[in-house]
């Protein structure tokens, strides 16, 4: 069984600050791990995947996030937040076996002019 | 590239009344989902087909839900009779190949409530 927790479900941030969205997952096999970020009224655009290359990946708009194994994380960030990332940020895992995407409970980010 | 397509956008009905779902998705994904999303909460499979075969259906709720994707291309989810709790958005997804770090492309969802 797999599962994922996104701690903390309201994110906010100042303009140009750090985005940190938190990330956890628990997989029995090696996992394949998602963000996908949701705009009002829109469907989910995929941002970057971890497929066992490099531990940290990087994305679209300027995010990255990082594959620890030893913490089963995999936390998104961002340098330098833009009042355009306000959104809702979904954590993912899929795994070769499960053959089933599975989804966090989503952080709502909001930046603050 | 077109994306994947969904209809209506939103649709109201009563409680016990039925209702459908139409999503047609990106041309040559061989994987097609279908996701509820409860407000506040994260999507939650329902179905997931390979062509027009069943791959898992663990999730859904087979008293009240039905899918079929005849052809292998469009597909189709129903939910006869409806219930309050059913109020959510229902995205349908397309990628590929199915599973193992598959990029899926999400359409923009069915709002609906149940009254």
């Known amino acids: 069984a797999q599962s994922v927790t996104q701690l903390g479900s309201h994110v906010s941030v100042s303009e140009g600050a750090l985005v940190l969205l938190r990330c956890n997952y628990s997989?029995?096999?090696?996992?394949?791990l998602f963000w996908y970020v949701q705009y009002p009224n829109q469907g989910l655009q995929l941002l970057l995947k971890y497929t066992s290359a490099a531990t940290l990946v990087k994305g679209i708009n300027g995010f990255e996030a990082e594959f620890k194994k030893s913490e089963t994380s995999f936390h998104l960030t961002k340098p330098s937040a833009h009042m355009s990332d306000a959104a809702e940020y979904f954590c993912?895992?899929?795994?070769?076996?499960?053959?089933?995407?599975?989804f966090g409970g989503g952080t709502r980010l909001m930046v603050k002019p | 590239e077109a994306g994947v397509a969904q209809s209506p956008r939103y649709k109201i009905i009563e409680k016990r009344q039925s209702v459908a779902f139409w999503c047609n998705p990106i041309s040559g994904h061989a994987t097609l989902y279908w996701y509820q999303q409860i407000l506040g909460q994260g999507p939650k499979l329902l179905i997931q087909f390979q062509n027009n075969g069943v791959v898992d259906d663990s999730q859904l709720p087979k008293d009240r839900f039905s899918a079929e994707r005849l052809k292998g291309v469009d597909s189709t989810l129903k939910i006869q009779p409806a219930k309050l709790e059913d109020s959510a958005v229902y995205l349908c997804?397309?990628?590929?190949?199915?599973?193992?770090?598959?990029?899926?492309?999400f359409g923009q969802g069915t709002r609906l409530t149940v009254v």
């Open positions: 997804a397309s990628s590929l190949i199915g599973g193992g770090g598959a990029k899926a492309f």
């Open positions: 997989s029995s096999v090696p996992p394949y």
């Open positions: 993912a895992v899929d795994t070769n076996a499960g053959n089933m995407l599975t």
